[in-house]
């Protein structure tokens, strides 16, 4: 059983859900600007993580089927989050409050140390996208996060991969065709 998968079991178990939740296409999960700490879960479909500007969005990470989605910065501080959460096709979520989630971790040994291992995931994961991003060449970023999560290639539009990769759509698109980027 893998990390996530055991959290979610022992939420299960604990009976912490406190609602789901339904995303139509588009539809946002958390705003840019508003405090959000809550965790969770999306059961189905995709969405993005995406930091809003006056000339473009820049998308930094994406949650799919059977994996957790938070506003990291306002789950950790309490103060609004820089980054808005929206569905890029319909998604089936559950929530659990920090207030909630936070003492049922905190309570056993064993539940801290998973805790820790998510968190340190997620830490390396941060680390993997800078390293993308630092990556000068556009067909180097593309491999990399191909290698790394290929499933993103099915389940996400290209214009959003193209912003995640810090390239315009028709790079991606001379760079998938080319099939060099592999």
């Not at 999560?149 to 998938?176: C, D, G, H, K």
């Amino acid at each position: 059983m893998n990390l996530i998968e055991e959290l979610v079991n022992r939420i299960d178990q604990a009976g912490l859900w406190q609602k789901s939740i339904t995303l139509n296409r588009h539809e946002y999960l958390v705003v840019s600007g508003s405090t959000d700490t809550r965790l969770y879960f999306i059961e189905s479909g995709s969405v993005r993580v995406f930091m809003p500007d006056e000339e473009e969005e820049q998308t930094i990470r994406f949650g799919y089927r059977n994996s957790f989605i938070l506003a990291l910065d306002s789950f950790l501080t309490g103060r609004p989050t820089d980054t808005s959460i929206q569905a890029i096709r319909k998604t089936q979520l559950k929530m659990v409050p920090k207030e909630v989630f936070l003492p049922f971790m905190m309570q056993d040994v064993d539940h801290m140390r998973l805790w820790q291992q998510l968190l340190e995931m997620l830490v390396l994961q941060c680390l993997e996208r800078e390293k993308d991003i630092l990556t000068v060449s556009p067909k180097e970023r593309y491999r990399r996060v191909f290698e790394r999560s290929p499933q993103l290639f099915q389940e996400v539009p290209a214009r959003y991969i193209a912003s995640y990769l810090r390239m315009t759509p028709e790079t991606l698109s001379r760079i998938r065709k080319s099939g060099k980027g592999m």
